[in-house]
């Protein structure tokens, strides 16, 4: 499974950027999987955003963004996103999105099989 995420840049702190993933290769994305986000700024380490279960839908997110970030999935397109809304200068890393095959341990990035690129967002203040 190949991920390709999109969508980043640069915003004003209160506004929103919209961040997609899309799953493509030989792989399929199941109903047991589940899809996450995941963000690392300079000099820190990589930290859980959000995750949401393929089949059913249930989500999860660091306290950090509750309320703020909303994740989502289109499971016919093969499709997740990150709606990010009143962005704060603190948001601003490398978002990524990661698909984890087995497990629920979705809170822990070495738990994940297949990673995207990466997407900036940067959020001035």
């Known amino acids: 499974v190949q991920l390709q995420a999109s969508g980043g840049g640069l915003v004003q702190a209160g506004g929103s950027l919209r961040l997609s993933c899309a799953a493509s290769g030989s792989g399929r994305i199941f109903s047991s999987h589940i899809m996450g986000w995941f963000r690392q700024a300079p000099e820190k380490e990589r930290e859980f955003v959000t995750a949401i279960r393929w089949g059913g839908g249930r989500t999860y997110y660091a306290d950090s963004v509750k309320g703020r970030f909303t994740i989502s999935r289109d499971t016919a397109k093969n499709t997740a996103y990150l709606q990010m809304d009143s962005l704060k200068p603190e948001d601003t890393a490398l978002y990524y999105c990661?698909?984890?095959?087995?497990?629920?341990?979705?809170?822990?990035?070495?738990?994940?099989?297949?990673w995207g690129q990466g997407t900036q967002v940067t959020v001035s203040s």
């Open positions: 990661a698909l984890l095959r087995r497990g629920s341990s979705f809170y822990y990035p070495q738990e994940y099989d297949y």
